[in-house]
């Protein structure tokens, strides 16, 4: 027996000795400075990450809820938008034969009246109407004549008439008048009024003369009218 002892002491003696297996280093001891940096973190994200999962679920059972609950939205036209109406259809404004195209004092001369204001021209030819003053010696006329539009070949046209009545007339008893009355010349005189036919077909009424010492001839009030028809 105490053989037996002897050889299994010397077969332990003899087997070689297992060294321990190294200890474990964790992961912040290999890594001292991330450590530092992370520990005092880690902590607070932990902290966020308990609270945040609850309200995101919270949340989204709310969406879910409310999407199914809410009536789909109804559409309506704002109270203020305007209101499109079409508007009528207007029909140009038409000039009133009466229109008075112009009115003032003149020296009756060689007139074209259907310039605006009318202006003298240099002889009968362009002229509405034109006078002509016969002088004396004096240099004082003793008469004068009123003309109506130049015609062909040193002719009149009797585009001009007396207007006897003390009232003004309008324009188209002053156009009646030259249709039916019209003449060539008449003479002039104080008390006369004449109407008389434009170039251009307008009406005018030539009245108030008064004699002129200083250019020994007559001024006159005239009246032109806007239609040409």
């Not at 207007?90 to 020296?107: C, F, I, L, Q």
């Not at 003298?120 to 362009?126: L, P, T, W």
């Not at 006369?192 to 030539?206: H, K, L, M, P």
Request: with cysteine; charged share 20%; proline share 9%.
């Amino acid at each position: 027996m105490g053989d037996d002892q002897h050889d299994e002491e010397s077969r332990n003696s003899s087997r070689p000795q297992q060294e321990a297996p190294p200890e474990r280093r964790s992961w912040v001891s290999r890594h001292p400075v991330l450590g530092a940096i992370l520990l005092p973190v880690i902590p607070g994200l932990i902290v966020g990450l308990i609270i945040l999962v609850p309200d995101k679920f919270f949340d989204a059972k709310q969406d879910g809820n409310s999407s199914a609950q809410s009536p789909p939205p109804v559409r309506t036209e704002p109270a203020d938008r305007p209101t499109t109406v079409s508007a009528p259809a207007t029909s140009p404004t038409s000039t009133s034969s009466e229109d008075v195209r112009w009115s003032g004092t003149v020296n009756l001369t060689y007139l074209d009246l259907d310039s605006v204001p009318p202006k003298v021209v240099s002889g009968n030819n362009g002229a509405s109407t034109w006078a002509s003053y016969n002088y004396s010696s004096s240099k004082k006329f003793s008469e004068a004549t009123l003309y109506g539009r130049r015609g062909d070949f040193l002719t009149v046209q009797p585009t001009i008439a007396s207007w006897s009545n003390p009232t003004k007339p309008t324009r188209q008893q002053c156009a009646d008048l030259i249709t039916t009355q019209g003449v060539e010349s008449l003479p002039i005189t104080k008390n006369s009024s004449y109407c008389v036919e434009t170039a251009a077909n307008r009406v005018a009424f030539i009245t108030e003369l008064s004699l002129s010492d200083a250019i020994h001839a007559y001024t006159a009030v005239v009246t032109v009218w806007s239609a040409t028809s």
